[in-house]
């Protein structure tokens, strides 16, 4: 007799729904989602009692009114007359600023010191160590507050910069680095511009196209193409040309020192460029110990198999190291730029308007719409962790070791 | 044969002769730590700039520093245009930055004390070696730590010991039957304890009763500690929970854990701590009021509760297949198969992740500052900056809260590196 049988044979009985194993799954999940299901109706019921008990109401029609304040640090059009949506947009903006400038430091500082860490100079090692460590110990708030309270201290006032013997300059007349915040030349789009701009988006494309065709090449017929100095070429001769055709469309506005601030060109403010510090370097450390470990991973035998196939250095590393380190190295990092991102909500100590500042701070205090407001900033972090993690996913199953 | 060979055997090796002086001691150290190639030696000079320059510049700033002024001008005063630390600010201030400025001056020895029973508490937990009986401590620690920070009577802590006391006989009494059974038995046992309890408790609550300090009156370092301690020993169990959820195979329990865990991931603890602080009250029945400072802890608990679960899956994801096989082939049910064969080894696996988690734990709870709770951060950034006093000295004041974090979390950390090699011993 087989088990469908058997199964047939026993009678149901309700001692089954704890004591066998094909029902007993059943009887857990239907009691879960119970529990589940009475615990949101009393959380909701207790919501609904204390929002009537308070007089309020859930409505995003806050979001419409006009937000009454202003944010000096902004890449769109805001006025204090402008609505909180705008406020909103305002803020994600700066949060996707910080944390996109963030992650190019971070990555930058993280890799220099985590390749240093393994350098074979003792003295160096030691140092990037002691930087290492001395950041992953400390939380993240009180690096920033160091970190903009340092800006604050030794960056030279923009009053500094003024009088004959002034006791700062600026760099190449270009660029100013003041405790008020960094000025740096600001790009003025005439006509024509587009063009330019549509001509180097074409020549990147170019070049993807050029090394694939390359890669192509070497692969169906064996020859080698020279992609090095011809990639430079694609990506620079096209769009310099076009641009002096055109007659110089895009111009540079410098900062220019006027009375006691300056004028002119794009204004960071100093709580962004000490956020943006703060948050790179101390991520910095920690990307550091990944990459160490990326490349530690290693193994020798693989560039010294490499090299016993008579491959040249540089392709030892492009083709053999690299390649294996990454697969160690990427998934980690992309969780560091995550941790940017919502780190970068830290920005309410410094002051740097940000979607936690505009939103999250102003807005709700000013509309007491403590619910809504915080609802849509988890909404907008969520969405974007959980994006960045389906991006991760598609990657780690495209480089995923191919086993059997 | 012959006795008489004359040609010459030498007896004895010579005695290897020194290597060359570049070869040898310190210059073949420096020749090749230090100056290896002409790159290197210009990295060494550079580092060696960078920490003279560093050196310079702090060196005066800490060796002139006032540790014993009244105020900040006076600490000017003193140092008379000089570079130097106004380090008295954190003379003046010990006990502002340590407990926060409305703890009772005349009940510092409480902290204290609690502090330094965590610590006995800790130490089996930490080292293997030590007596298991001292377990037997720690579980009472966290009782004997409630009453020693709150205060009130003592009757409330043994009270609250007894319950648990209660539910851990039940459970061991019932758990050969059904885990379920066990498990709701013991609930239901320890609620029915805990609410006679709680009228005895109101009968005399003078018995052994300390000064009652309310939550709100919890500040400094104390609050770190207390907000990371608490947070990181309840998350442990839940963590645990919830990856053994999102591990199963009910789908209904699995889309519960999953939901929640990447719910917590997905968005910074500050908007957490939002929820705690002005929308959590909502959620509770009208009329009750909830402690802000138990809010966090639930909010910070539910945070590190998810990532310690990621933690945990790792390590049950890292145990091979064959070990779920073999203990479902010796009649193992779901309950005994994780307590003896999983849960040993998974959690053996994913302790220095859990470790470091729970660094991470207690480097956040300076977020708190945020929602105006006056913790270290709190205290630095409110009431000791802005008085008056003590207006300007961010320096002295970050520098010290930066070393304290430094010294607990670089501790713990080479602790979670020499735990890991211990563990690397062990599966050898």
Known sequence: MNTSELARRDKFQFSMLLNDKRYRSYTFQFFALFILICAMAYLGKNLLENLAAAGLNISYSFLGEPSGYDINQRLIEYNSQSTHLRASIVGVLNTLLVAFLGCIAATFFGVTAGILRLSNNWIVAKLMMIYVEIFRNVPVLIWILIIHSVFLAFLPQPKAFRGENPEATMLWDAFAFTGRGFYIPKPIFNDGSLIVIITFILSIIGVFAFRYYARQKLYSEGKLLETRWTSVAIFFIPTILIYFALGNPITLEYPELKGFNFKGGIHARGSLISLWFALSIYTGAFIAEVVRAGIQSVDKGQSEAAGALGMRPNFIMNLVILPQALRVIVPPLISFYLNI?????LALAVGYMDITGTLGGITLNQTGRAIEAVLLLMLFYLVISLSISAIMNVYNRSIMLKER | MSGDNNSFVRKEMISERIPPTTERGLVKWVRENLF???????????????????????????LNGIWDAETVRECYDLLDGKSGACFAVLNERFPQLIYGFKYPSSEYWRPNLASVLLLVALAPILFRKLPRRLLAFSAVYPFLAF???????????VSAFLGCVIAIVCYSRFSSRS??????????????????????VDLNDSILALKDVPSRDLGGFMLNL?????????????GIALALG???????IKWICVFFIEFIRGVPLITLLFVANVILAFFFPPGTSLDLILRVLIMMTFFNA??????????????SKGQYEAADSIGLDYTQSMR????PQALKISIPGIVNVSVGMLKDTTLVSIISMFDLVGMIRGPILSSTDWNGVYWELFGAAAAIFFVICFSVSKYSQWLERQLETDRR
């Open chain 2, 306 to 319: 998810a990532y310690i679960a990621e933690v945990v899956r790792g390590g049950l994801a890292a145990l």
């Open chain 2, 147 to 157: 009453w020693l920070i709150w205060g009130g009577s003592i009757l409330t802590s």
């Open chain 2, 226 to 238: 207390l907000l990371g301690t608490i947070a990181v020993c309840l998350s442990i169990p839940l």
């Open chain 2, 36 to 62: 290896s190639s002409a790159f290197n030696a210009i990295m060494t000079f550079v580092s060696l700039w960078f920490i003279y320059s560093l050196v310079v510049a702090a060196a005066p700033w800490f």
């Open chain 1, 341 to 345: 991102t919502k780190n970068s909500s």
């Open chain 2, 179 to 200: 885990f379920a059974i066990a498990v709701l038995i013991s609930l239901i046992a320890a609620n029915v304890w805990w609410i006679i309890g709680g009228y005895i």
């Open chain 2, 340 to 343: 003896f064969i999983i849960l």
């Open chain 2, 246 to 252: 999102r591990q199963s195979d009910m789908p209904i």
